[in-house]
């Protein structure tokens, strides 16, 4: 059996790192942050502590990483949707998108939800959080504007407000929330239809 190529042994060292960002992130859903011990996430993931710290010296670097993680994805979203060709298609796809993280990854955005009330306890999330919404609220404003919509920078802290309050609404109603009727209706108050 031939060594293992520099790529390969990155690509183990990403799989394994990716074990225990999973982990943690269904734990502290499950659990909270405070209420789940490295042994519970080592013991999900399957690996072992000196695996674990290896990648994250303490619980609190977890956090960080499965924010990371999922701002690098927030980010290749980002340049899908600047692949759409009108603003309303932009609105259209980017809706579309926080419907489906809502309903698909329903551990991180409860995780997320969760962390956003101890954002004190938390200052690496609580700058990404604040960094996120001063750039996110000037771009869909613009982007509203674009669409023909009036009064487009308080439509887009609406937006951003409505999505976080159907994401807590699911979290705990579930399925008996009408998502498909809400997100309707965000179409057709963004006249997006």
Do not use: C, W
Not at 21 to 47: P, Y
Not at 71 to 79: D, F, P, Q, V
Not at 87 to 109: G, V
């Amino acid at each position: 059996m031939s060594p293992r190529t520099t790529e390969q042994l990155q690509e183990v060292r990403e799989i394994s790192k990716n074990k225990i960002l999973d982990a943690a992130l269904k734990l502290f859903a499950e659990r909270g942050f405070h209420n789940t011990s490295i042994s519970q996430i080592t013991k999900e993931a399957g690996v072992s502590k000196g695996l674990l710290y290896n990648y994250f010296q303490k619980k609190e670097e977890l956090i960080d990483g499965i924010v990371g993680k999922a701002m690098a994805e927030g980010e290749e979203l980002m340049r899908e949707m600047m692949e759409q060709t009108s603003p309303q298609a932009k609105l259209r796809f980017i809706i579309n998108a926080a419907f489906t993280e809502i309903t698909e990854r329903k551990e991180y955005y409860k995780l997320i939800t969760s962390l956003s009330l101890q954002l004190d306890h938390f200052k690496n999330v609580k700058e990404i959080v604040f960094a996120k919404y001063q750039n996110s609220i000037p771009f869909f404003a613009s982007l509203l504007e674009e669409s023909g919509v009036e009064n487009a920078e308080e439509e887009a802290m609406i937006l951003a407000a409505t999505m976080d309050g159907i994401g807590a609404q699911f979290i705990v109603l579930g399925e008996i929330l009408p998502i498909e009727k809400l997100k309707e209706s965000l179409f057709k108050r963004f006249k997006l239809l």
